[in-house]
């Protein structure tokens, strides 16, 4: 496992990077696994998720995601709720084929300007 330097001496590139070896950062990490960006934070901060931070910054090397994404088990509540989002992205799909495009966003602020 290559160990990470933190400071500045990481900021300025002084680690030496193999080949293969690519960062992510959180947003990155979040986006790959699926999950929130305050998701990956409490995964970093608990030490489920393997990371250094530079800063403020989190960065995630890319050879850890594959292991975590692996261990991670997939609970009933989570396969009940991936199965509850299909459902909902295939109504909306349909609603959108029959009705176009729906803009809630803007009813609401039409209804917002309506009650000032």
Do not use: C, H, N
């Amino acid at each position: 496992m290559t160990r990470y330097t933190i400071g500045r001496r990481a900021r300025r590139g002084k680690r030496k990077k193999d080949e293969g070896d690519q960062e992510l950062t959180v947003a990155e990490t979040a986006t790959y696994l699926g999950r929130s960006i305050e998701q990956v934070r409490r995964y970093l901060r608990d030490g489920a998720l393997v990371g250094y931070r530079t800063g403020q910054q989190w960065f995630v090397p890319t050879a850890t995601l594959a292991t975590f994404k692996s261990s991670r088990v997939e609970t009933p509540a989570m396969k009940e709720r991936k199965e509850v989002l299909k459902e909902l992205r295939a109504l909306r799909a349909e609603l959108a084929q029959k009705y176009g495009y729906l803009d809630v966003t803007g009813w609401v602020e039409e209804a917002r300007e309506g009650l000032r």
